[in-house]
DNA sequence: TAACTTAGTGTCATGTCAACACTTAGTCTG
DNA sequence: CAGACTAAGTGTTGACATGACACTAAGTTA
């Protein structure tokens, strides 16, 4: 509330969880360390944040640093701050997660080509600090957001198939969906719309393309079907999860 | 990520939106700040975070100062950072949010005395620094949380009425709800039961009381209906919009 | 005992979801 | 140049969930 004399200043940093699309696996960009904790060890790209300097800013700096991208989606996901998670100092990490496009993948080795790397999410080495476990908040973050948001297009260059699309669907959730059912779903939605080209790579029938309409919103799909029905008069008068304590599902009490 | 020399040291705080439901209303608790920013505006309870304290220590601790309340639902909410949110100092606030059941209300005035009262969610006064916007977060965040878990059981006293149940969604999503459809409903769920005992208030037939099977877990109901598709799912946790960039909608590029 | 008040209960139409297989349009190879 | 190969593309149906809708039951009070 009130900064006290007796206060706590702490380093506070953002961390941002970069995740792609790349060869039909979900990635994410690490950073090898220079500097003493954990050096040599993979983290998150961050920094810290600067005096006058927003959190938000704060965190697309690093994005850019690393990947050189603009004006992808970062949204900011949870702040870890348990004092065992960094050595000596107080550090308190705000972290994100953004998504980049496929597309603007090679950007990748911008800044200083030390050593920065993509990930597949599920072979990691042992990431520094609490990191493991930024990525698998921001994992679950992306998933569930998929299904409730359409957020899914974040990943998609400017023209895609509807099968790039469904793919993305697939590595984030991890299961396998019907084609039909999801060209249905997706195309129902009027989101997204033909360009008219068609793509032909492989010996096959070749593919429309598509482009989203609206590519710089994420929007909300579930309408919230919520508890059971609402108006409507009758005989005139009827009128993370995450919460404090274990893991991820029972608040200390 | 590392802390530098030339190191932006702030303070952090942790500060609680402390729902109930009360009289029929969706109300949460304020304090009058005695101390100088803001001094004399109503203010969320909140305080900072000690060295070797965790960001959910603080926020429960300021939780029981002014409630005395134990054990009751909380979770972290976002991260508000903005440098002009504070004046003079570079105060970074970690929202969180807490239920409490309206039976525990009476210790409100637990610790100091001093200037703390609940406030309808409607009118409210103008708040100290950005806590309005924490508190409008706060809400959608609820509301939403209400759709898709079990958290509205949070709110509830030991043995309570279906009715008494119906309003608390009525209350915090703001429409009315069809009393057949949402016993049905809820009843459907198999997360409460009869306790045997009867409630009889009013001039008019006694209701059935209920209490809750699993009162320390709150669990995720919408169990993903996502892109079309064949099998089950599993289910992250989380939140709801709020991309980088303006208000709530598009992320800035 | 009549009036009043909230508790409590079931059906049906509609929409949404998930399961399911074959045809089309290209390329490549023999 | 015909046949094989590959991914694109396309509808129907049953099961289930949602939401609209009105009257009876069991108390209390006048």
Redesign the interface.
């Known amino acids: 509330?009130?900064?006290?004399d007796t206060?706590?200043?702490?380093?506070?940093?953002a961390?941002v969880v970069i995740f792609t699309i790349q060869g039909g696996e979900l990635k994410l960009l690490l950073v090898r360390?220079a500097?003493?904790?954990c050096r040599g060890q993979w983290?998150?790209?961050?920094?810290?944040?600067?005096?006058?300097?927003?959190?938000?800013q704060t965190?697309?700096r690093a994005l850019q640093v690393q990947t050189g991208v603009?004006?992808?989606?970062?949204?900011?996901l949870?702040?870890f701050?348990?004092?065992s998670r960094y050595p000596i100092?107080?550090?308190?990490a705000?972290a994100?997660y953004a998504l980049v496009p496929s597309e603007k993948l090679q950007l990748q080795a911008a800044g200083n080509a030390e050593a920065v790397d993509w990930f597949a999410l599920n072979q990691l080495s042992n990431l520094a600090f609490d990191h493991a476990e930024i990525v698998t908040?921001a994992?679950?973050?992306l998933?569930?957001?998929?299904?409730y948001?359409t957020i899914a297009f974040q990943f998609m260059p400017a023209e895609f198939t509807l099968s790039d699309l469904q793919q993305v669907?697939e590595v984030v959730?991890q299961?396998?969906?019907?084609k039909r059912?999801?060209r249905?779903?997706?195309l129902a939605q009027g989101r997204i719309e033909k360009t008219g080209r068609m793509r032909r790579n492989g010996s096959h029938r070749p593919a429309s393309l598509f482009r989203v309409k609206n590519p710089?919103?994420?929007?909300?799909i579930?309408q919230?079907?919520?508890?059971?029905?609402?108006?409507?008069v009758e005989h005139g008068q009827?009128?993370?999860?995450?919460?404090?304590?274990q893991a991820?599902?029972?608040?200390?009490?």
């Not at 790209?45 to 927003?54: F, I, L, S, T």
Request: hydrophobic share 35%; net charge positive; proline share 6%.
């Open positions: 509330m009130k900064p006290q206060a706590t200043a702490a380093v506070v940093t961390d360390r500097d003493d904790p983290a998150l790209p961050g920094d810290q944040v600067r005096m006058d300097e927003d959190l938000d965190a697309m603009h004006g992808v989606y970062l949204e900011q949870y702040t701050g348990r004092p100092a107080r550090v308190i705000v994100y908040t994992s679950r973050r998933s569930a957001k998929l299904d948001s669907y959730r299961e396998q969906l019907d059912n999801f249905k779903w997706i710089h919103s994420v929007e909300i579930r919230g079907r919520s508890a059971s029905a609402n108006n409507g009827e009128t993370r999860m995450r919460p404090v304590g991820a599902a029972a608040p200390v009490r």
